[in-house]
């Protein structure tokens, strides 16, 4: 059974149990407390050199980079397909997929956060106020593509999931757990809507893990 190095509340190791979960693979969760800094203890350093979760451990490698494990797992268990074969419609998931993962996450992790009211000695508000700000620069373009398809199903590329609505259901989860505005971008909260209703979107909810608090 593979092994997940997961953090409950880790928007990027939640992406990596939505996929476990649509692709029906049993793992092993293994907590990794990133509030009281297990990930950069000896112990897990030797595993993931980044300090980062997810790690996910295959028996036979030991994977880092949400996106990276994504596709491993649709390369190596291929049903059902997490990106389409169609080459364009690839390339728009991907995009979906790296506006959340690239563009807006990395500025907003917990990481981040602590550095900017710890070193920098930047006040609560101010750091919400940074939260907020790069997740609307995100979600405004995010929202503009999701209006832009032609496609008429309830997820971001038409009737079938794939790795952007994998994306985009931890980075909604996390505004709304910061209480940021989303009342104007009615198709992310469609999606979102849509997919949380799925079973494999609910077992992978923070709430849902073995390590919430």
């Not at 505004?175 to 009615?186: G, H, I, K, Q, T």
Request: hydrophobic share 40%; with cysteine.
């Amino acid at each position: 059974m593979m092994r997940l190095y997961d953090y409950f509340r880790s928007s990027a190791a939640y992406r990596v149990r939505i996929a476990l979960n649509l692709k029906g693979l049993a793992y092993e969760s293994v907590p990794v407390n990133l509030r009281e800094g297990e990930q950069a203890g000896a112990g897990y350093a030797g595993i993931n050199a980044q300090c980062l979760v997810p790690t996910l451990d295959t028996g036979s490698a030991r994977l880092t980079q949400s996106l990276a494990i994504c596709e491993y797992l649709d390369e190596a268990w291929p049903e059902p397909p997490l990106l389409p074969a169609d080459p364009e419609a690839r390339a728009r998931v991907r995009a979906i997929a790296e506006i959340v993962a690239c563009d807006i996450h990395p500025l907003n992790n917990l990481r981040v956060l602590k550095y900017l009211t710890g070193p920098l000695s930047v006040a609560e508000a101010q750091k919400t106020q940074w939260y907020h700000h790069w997740i609307h620069e995100g979600f405004r373009a995010l929202e503009a593509l999701l209006q832009a398809e032609s496609q008429s199903g309830p997820y971001c590329l038409g009737d079938n999931l794939t790795l952007a609505d994998v994306c985009l259901v931890p980075q909604v989860y996390n505004a709304n757990r910061f209480e940021v505005d989303l009342d104007e971008y009615p198709a992310i909260r469609r999606v979102h809507e849509a997919c949380e209703r799925l079973p494999a979107f609910e077992r992978a909810r923070p709430e849902n893990q073995p390590d919430a608090v």
